[in-house]
């Protein structure tokens, strides 16, 4: 067995482990972890197909940018687990139908190509890893999908700063334009009250004595 094949399994396993643990670990930010070392093992596959390029990527922007925002917005929402939880057995059902469904037809699209007999690789895929040819079949025909997605993600990020712009109950919050309007009258009172001799309060103090005795 050659050392890339070795390769190839180890980063498989790792992947498909990792994957697993994102859905199934009850901490959200230990799974958006397990998600980056899923992310890594996916860029050591990318690396042994000779796509440079897209393991590049898929580290830069993804783990780099996307996960960050991620933990970000995960880190910042107070997420209440348990509540989240309680709901868990009643999407069961159709969460695992929809699964199913995706496996199935991930198995028949995989099975249909192992099954083809001398299959021909185009020779384009020796350059599948090169950003020249990347960049002109990304800006050509699949130019209106790059825009779609770039609206998306502009999107998602606009919605992700509005999330952590709430109002939170244990945070102590100031308007900085009403501190810049405050005035001295605002914030010292001064108060005129008519002095007493102590005379009047000893025998004031002497009359309440004698009024408490029997």
Do not use: C
Not at 188 to 202: D, P
């Amino acid at each position: 067995m050659e050392f890339k094949t070795v390769l190839f399994y180890a980063f498989s396993v790792v992947l498909v482990l990792a994957a697993l643990r994102v859905i199934t670990a009850r901490n959200p930010v230990h799974a958006a972890l397990f998600l980056v070392l899923a992310f890594f093992s996916a860029a050591g596959i990318w690396m042994l197909l000779k796509a440079e390029f897209l393991a590049i990527v898929l580290v830069l922007v993804y783990v780099g940018a996307v996960m960050v925002l991620f933990l970000f917005v995960v880190m910042m929402l107070d997420i209440n687990l348990d509540k989240m939880r309680e709901g868990f057995w009643g999407y069961f059902p159709l969460a695992a139908t929809i699964g199913v469904v995706i496996v199935l037809e991930m198995a028949a699209v995989l099975l249909r190509s192992f099954w083809a007999p001398e299959a021909q690789v185009p020779a384009a895929s020796n350059t599948i890893g090169g950003t020249k040819a990347l960049g002109m079949l990304i800006y050509t025909e699949y130019v209106y999908a790059f825009e779609v997605a770039a609206v998306i993600l502009l999107v998602a990020i606009v919605a992700a700063v509005a999330l952590t712009l709430r109002r939170r109950k244990d945070s102590k919050y100031f308007s900085p334009a009403d501190a810049v309007k405050v005035k001295s009258t605002d914030r010292v009172r001064l108060v005129k009250m008519k002095s007493e001799s102590t005379r009047n309060i000893g025998g004031d103090a002497q009359a309440s004595g004698a009024e408490q005795q029997p």
